[in-house]
């Protein structure tokens, strides 16, 4: 990018008021070309947020080995799954890429030193959800990867190091799910989660509401249908990631807050 392109972008980073915070239960990729009650969650909430002048998503669906950020002026749209209607392999979501804040974000980071990726893209944690809250693709979207050799502590506080950029109109959107065991998934009961699949969601809704995130960053310390719910981290951590950027006083709404096929919960929370 041309210095004179870097300037003008950079401008568009400017002061604003600050932007809430959002997580989402992202689910099944099919929740990008169908209505479902979580898709009208999603609009929903898109339509009350400020229109944000760039994204960046922490999705579970992107880890790597050290930090990353996307810096391509195009990211492809990534078809990471198997098993689905061509119709959604056919999906394409043509967001713009934003080179100048993947620069703005790695400059900010200090917990580590973030690296531009130019290979990866959109995954569908990221566009199944983004697609359906900004349907025009007008709005340019970077991701984040998380390191997979991090703690959850280290990933909490490194979330940190974005504060700024809630006041630069960005919104930062972490994509996963509170409980996400696919290995005990029910097809039977699309409607409804296994007891310890609700009581483990509740939990960590108290937790966030009383703004215990020491306990959460200890998530696997707080008993069985919390480690039955979260038997690999990724999906918990984009959790703590928007939970690393609350202001102690800003408040907390949970929606599409239903856990599906047992061991799945859609929950998702705005901060503002």
């Known amino acids: 990018m041309q210095l004179q392109d870097l300037y003008t972008a950079s401008r568009s980073f400017e002061e604003t008021a600050t932007m809430p915070l ?9 929740n990008a070309i169908e209505e479902t ?16 002048k760039a994204i960046i998503c922490v999705s579970a669906h992107w880890q790597t080995k050290g930090t990353f950020l996307t810096s391509m002026k195009k990211p492809k749209t990534i078809h990471d799954f198997y098993g689905f209607p061509k119709a959604l392999f056919d999906v394409e979501y043509p967001a713009p890429g934003s080179l100048a804040l993947a620069e ?11 690296q531009l990726d130019e290979t990866w893209g959109l995954d569908h944690g990221c566009w199944s959800v983004v697609k359906q809250m900004y349907p025009n693709a007008d709005v340019p979207v970077i991701e984040m990867s998380m390191d997979y050799t991090r703690s959850p502590q280290w990933h909490y506080e ?32 699309p409607d409804n989660g296994f007891d310890w699949a609700e009581e483990a969601n509740q939990k960590i809704k108290v937790l966030v509401i009383e703004n215990d995130h020491q306990q959460l960053e200890n998530y696997n310390l707080l008993g069985r249908e919390i480690q039955l719910s979260v038997p690999t981290p990724e999906h918990f951590l984009p959790l ?4 690393g950027l609350k202001e102690k006083e800003e408040q907390v709404s949970f929606f599409n807050d239903k856990t599906v096929y047992g061991s799945i919960s859609m929950t998702s929370l705005l901060i503002n």
């Open 22 to 30: 959002l997580f989402v239960g992202h689910g099944s990729p099919m």
């Open 37 to 52: 009650e979580f898709t009208k969650g999603w609009k929903k909430a898109a339509d009350e947020l400020p229109k944000p």
């Open 104 to 114: 703005q974000t790695k400059n900010m980071i200090q917990k580590t030193e973030a």
């Open 158 to 189: 490194l979330a940190k190091d974005l504060a700024a950029l809630r006041k630069k109109g960005i919104l930062i959107i972490g994509s996963g799910n509170i409980v996400h065991n696919l290995g005990m998934m029910n097809w039977h009961t």
């Open 240 to 243: 703590l990631y928007v939970l």
